[in-house]
């Protein structure tokens, strides 16, 4: 079974600039994640879609930060504008509907500059 | 919301000794408790997890511990290895239709030899 797929590994951008991340879940997994995971930090929820609809964006800031998941399937995260405090590894992740099991795709390493 | 705390942040064993990482959580209603180990660049990957109805769990050196009145569970890992060098993560969550994990700030665990 392949896993979740991210791209691109790893992004470095200047502050002010835009960015978008992508994501490919598990085939059949409902559920899709999104974390920021800050240097020496757990991972802190930015979204959560089911299907293709958002189940929690409480903690996105929603100025700069936006993600979809048009078909219910892949997704995008995008920032813009970028500032230093971005940087950070933007990991993904799926698990299928109503199940507790996240698997996690190898995350994006953003550095902004 | 919830809020995980995790100690020790860092933990220094020799080979074959055990080690111990703990976590308290706030929300008594959390019921689903993961433990993530994430090796350096790379993702973090599901270990053992444990939930609410259950005091104990093993899987062969690893063993997780959930004591609901305190609010705490806490992770076992026996005659470690150089391989279990990691950082460890816990985390908590309310299983349904919106299971969001909170993690903690993570344990960097270093076995010597």
């Known amino acids: 079974e392949a896993g979740v797929a991210q791209s691109p590994r790893y992004k470095i951008i200047e502050k002010r600039q835009s960015v978008a991340f992508w994501c490919n879940p598990i085939s059949g997994h409902a559920t899709l994640y999104w974390y920021q995971q800050i240097l020496g930090q757990g991972p802190k929820l930015l979204i959560q879609f089911q299907n293709n609809g958002v189940v929690d964006d409480s903690q996105l800031p929603k100025d700069r930060f936006s993600a979809e998941r048009l078909k219910g399937v892949d997704s995008t995260l995008k920032i813009q504008p970028a500032k230093l405090e971005d940087s950070a590894v933007y990991l993904c992740a799926s698990s299928p509907a109503y199940a507790d099991t996240q698997y996690f795709g190898p995350g994006t390493r953003l550095t902004v500059l | 919301g919830e809020n995980v705390e995790q100690h020790p942040s860092t933990l220094s064993v020799q080979e074959g000794d055990s080690a111990v990482i703990k976590c308290t959580y706030s929300?008594?209603?959390?019921?689903?408790f993961p433990w993530y180990k994430q090796e350096l660049g790379k993702r973090p990957q599901l270990i053992i997890d444990i939930r609410s109805n259950v005091g104990e769990k093993k899987d062969q050196r690893i063993a997780v511990t959930l004591n609901k009145t305190a609010k705490h569970f806490s992770l076992h890992i026996t005659e470690t290895q150089p391989e279990d060098s990691a950082v460890y993560f816990c985390a908590a969550s309310l299983t349904g239709t919106a299971s969001k994990l909170t993690f903690g700030t993570g344990t960097r665990l270093q076995v010597t030899l």
């Open positions: 929300d008594s209603a959390s019921n689903y």
